[in-house]
């Protein structure tokens, strides 16, 4: 009786061993497909969304926007002269340097706020605001850079930022997402034209001012 009680014992330890290297197995397999859904839509060297993912959350945002008739800025950053940083200092100090911009970015937004890497230096953040707000807080990212240098192996870079923006304000407008950039994009020629580590923001094509 005795040697049966320890058999069965031996048995029901040896199914939870088998049940827990079996759920373990499964939280890593969720684990890797997690972590392949986010290497799939995020930026290998910022974490940020990449170009395709933050153009798909532009067509969420304009929805959105459509179905609660409220304004979406739509604005593109870009660092000034960087490649003055990667040919003066080479590209692992121009890597630090996107992660550093990234930080900053993201400090200077708001939690609900969207922002993904569109190119090599440039940046699409999309704010869910009126222009006033809009504004401020592309000012915000704007002195996130300018007030305080970057500090890479002891060389303090003064790193700046240009932006363009434009305001999508439903139901009136139609623009599609590919207008807006379009225009965003033009905003931002102008503020590289106007000297750099400024904002020009493009009014919406009709006389509307939310």
């Known amino acids: 009786n005795a040697e049966l009680q320890a058999r069965l014992q031996a048995r029901l330890q040896a199914r939870l061993q088998v049940g827990r290297r079996m759920l373990t197995l499964q939280q890593e ?32 945002e304009m929805a959105r926007a459509i179905r609660q008739s409220q304004p979406l800025c739509v604005g593109l950053c870009d660092i000034d002269y960087f490649k003055r ?14 992660q550093e911009v990234t930080k900053r970015i993201v400090g200077a937004l708001r939690p609900y706020d969207q922002v993904g890497r569109y190119g090599g230096e440039e940046f699409l953040i999309l704010l869910n605001a009126k222009k006033d707000q809009a504004q401020n807080l592309l000012e915000r990212i ?10 890479i192996e002891q060389a303090k870079l003064e790193v700046t930022i240009s932006c363009g923006a434009t ?6 407008d139609k623009r599609g997402g590919d207008a807006l950039l379009t225009i965003a994009d033009a905003a931002l020629y102008e503020s590289k034209a106007a000297g750099r580590n400024c904002t020009v923001f493009s009014p919406p094509p009709f006389d509307v001012h939310p």
């Open 167 to 172: 305001l999508f304000v439903p139901p009136e």
């Open 29 to 60: 397999l969720l684990g890797a497909k997690d972590a392949l859904a986010f290497q799939a839509t995020h930026d290998a060297l910022t974490g940020l969304l990449n170009r395709g993912a933050v153009m798909q959350m532009l067509e969420k």
């Open 142 to 151: 704007r002195r996130a850079m300018a007030d305080t240098p970057i500090v």
């Open 85 to 98: 940083i990667n040919d003066a200092h080479g590209h692992p100090a121009g890597d630090a340097v996107l």
